[in-house]
């Protein structure tokens, strides 16, 4: 049986990895590249598609050149938790609005998040994550739009 | 005045019930039928429109023919809970991204929930899913929308 | 080092929260505009674009008016909340469904929010609403849609 101790830690723990991803979403619309990537361990790794960024450099180049204007607006919900001391994995869903070469886009995808405590605080040790759709909204997400993705950031 | 333990519980509650709606939807979107009708008491209940599936028995009906592909995409938000001991009501928004005869769908509405501790884990006793509309993207929610609901799982 | 009572009472302080902003999505929802007027403090604020609406007389003819059938559908995401004692700030994504002369129109933005507790029950003590885009669903959030807000309520 857990002590009164350990059951609220717990429960800090679950609110604050919550707010990790309320705020990757905040700093993501800032276009706030440094504090994105903050929110990673230095060796945390972003997934989607078969690309990956891994450590801070490349996160770096991920969210720095990603972030065009507008920048994507994304809406997290569906957040379950698995707590396990100062590791901890996630899943949670996502909805974008995005705008391409002035195009409205939208898109829908969940998170496999691994989360780690990192001097005292939660960060993403590893994303990954799973679009199931990123079409021109004049398009929608019918037959036609699966297997889209994301923009590369690198292009 | 409650005390610390349970006031404790009362969080932790809350916690897990959030976490069941959200688990709710990453099975539905798995299309693991039988993961969703286990989030239901036995005696559960689901109740849309002027349908109702009661029971695991029934459950299964309607989560097995309607989990078609692509499986619908439900993201719940605006989650209200009230706890009274081993049950516990709720009320949560919902939007749903569907697909139907290849074209894209949205939906919104709101469900009333009633939940009940059962054998140590919060079960949905009950489901009742007000459908704002459900309509195809292309043609959206405006007036003529209005009266829409989803599609009979047992058609 | 704050102590057990203290950090149950900020966890319950933040879900408070969260519901808060729920049950004011649930009451825009059902038209009940003297329910959403009680969820603010009696000098409680809500800014838009370049409109304020002062204190609970103010907020009467915003909600009052505005509330045309079919309401706006709000769903909160993202909710980012900062305590402090009696006084809260937050931060939560929203995205809404509404219809304007039987059109279809989505929108997203977030509100800064200002929270107080007030007589025993936490309540809005000002809203800033930034809308990213307001607009009709069969044109988009393109960078046409730029600069585009709600309905003024008054009007």
Not at 52 to 59: I, R, V
Request: with cysteine; proline share 5%.
């Amino acid at each position: 049986m857990p002590s009164i101790e350990d059951r609220i830690q717990a429960i800090e723990d679950r609110d604050e990895i919550r707010e990790l991803t309320a705020r990757y979403c905040h700093a993501v619309r800032d276009g706030a590249g440094e504090a994105v990537v903050d929110l990673f361990t230095e060796d945390g790794a972003l997934e989607m598609n078969d690309r990956k960024f891994e450590g801070h450099g490349e996160l770096r180049q991920a969210y720095g050149a990603s972030m065009r204007q507008p920048t994507p607006r994304a809406f997290i919900q569906n957040h379950v938790i698995d707590l396990d001391g100062d590791r901890a994995t996630g899943q949670c869903s996502v909805e974008i609005r995005a705008v391409e070469k002035g195009r409205a886009f939208t898109a829908a995808g969940h998170y496999d998040d691994t989360y780690r405590r990192d001097n005292g605080s939660w960060r993403f040790a590893r994303r990954l994550l799973h679009i199931y759709h990123w079409v021109p909204l004049a398009d929608g997400w019918g037959d036609d739009a699966e297997g889209t993705g994301p923009p590369n950031p690198l292009e």
